[in-house]
């Protein structure tokens, strides 16, 4: 089957980096995202990843690794607004999208 | 610059009333989608739709039916409400699937008592 594995919740400090990591298993590979989610809002597109590497945006960067189903978000200087659920997202070879649960992500001062 | 309006925001029903959810872009996006989000689950997809007067079945779409009439809007209905279908619906649209981010409306709650 189709599965997405992420951590439930982190906790990361005010300045610091984290590193939020996703393992994925789908049939077939067109894609890895990543949306952020605040409490009550709609998700919101962080990054697109579908070659092997990092993608850098500002704060905000993304690792993919296909022949490992692994890709990571990290970032950096982290402030409170960072406070979110992230979601990490596979695409399948049908252009499916399969979602994980969400990393609930907490920042403390 | 509206994006994807939803509406309405909030609604409780009671076990076997109907309602209509309302998704409207401004985007002229070919794709649109009906999501629903619980509580540690991932988004599950209800229904999509490819372009203007197609839909196809998602991942949970008992109980529930589409409608697109106009490219611009993606309506989503239930029939006879049931507690289980207590959530918060997302629609979104994109202009490709393949590499395209989804743009989300703000969510509607729904309760069903």
């Known amino acids: 089957g189709q599965n997405i594995d992420q951590p439930t919740e982190m906790t990361a400090t005010e300045g610091a980096i984290v590193q939020i990591n996703c393992t994925y298993q789908?049939?077939?590979?067109?894609?890895l995202f990543w949306y952020q989610q605040h409490a009550g809002e709609a998700p919101t597109f962080l990054s697109y990843?579908?070659l092997d590497g990092l993608e850098e945006k500002g704060r905000f960067s993304s690792f993919l690794s296909r022949s490992k189903g692994y890709s990571y978000l990290l970032l950096k200087e982290l402030q409170m607004k960072d406070s979110a659920s992230y979601l990490c997202?596979?695409?399948?070879?049908?252009?499916?999208?399969?979602w994980g649960a969400g990393t609930k992500l907490i920042i403390k001062p | 610059n509206a994006g994807v309006t939803q509406t309405p925001k909030f609604q409780v029903l009671k076990t076997g009333q109907s309602m209509t959810l309302l998704c409207a872009q401004d985007?002229?996006?070919?794709?649109m989608y009906w999501y629903r989000q619980d509580p540690g689950m991932g988004l599950r997809l209800i229904h999509y739709?490819?372009?203007?007067?197609?839909?196809a079945k998602g991942e949970v779409p008992d109980g529930y039916n589409v409608s697109r009439l106009k490219k611009q809007n993606f309506l989503l209905g239930l029939e006879s409400a049931a507690p289980s279908q207590t959530s918060v619906y997302f629609c979104?649209?994109?202009?490709?699937?393949?590499?395209?981010?989804?743009?989300f409306g703000e969510g509607s709650r729904l309760t069903v008592l």
């Open positions: 979104a649209s994109s202009r490709l699937p393949e590499g395209g981010e989804l743009f």
């Open positions: 985007m002229n996006h070919e794709y």
């Open positions: 739709s490819v372009g203007e007067g197609t839909t």
């Open positions: 789908t049939s077939g590979f067109n894609g």
């Open positions: 990843n579908v």
């Open positions: 997202v596979a695409m399948d070879s049908n252009y499916q999208l399969i």
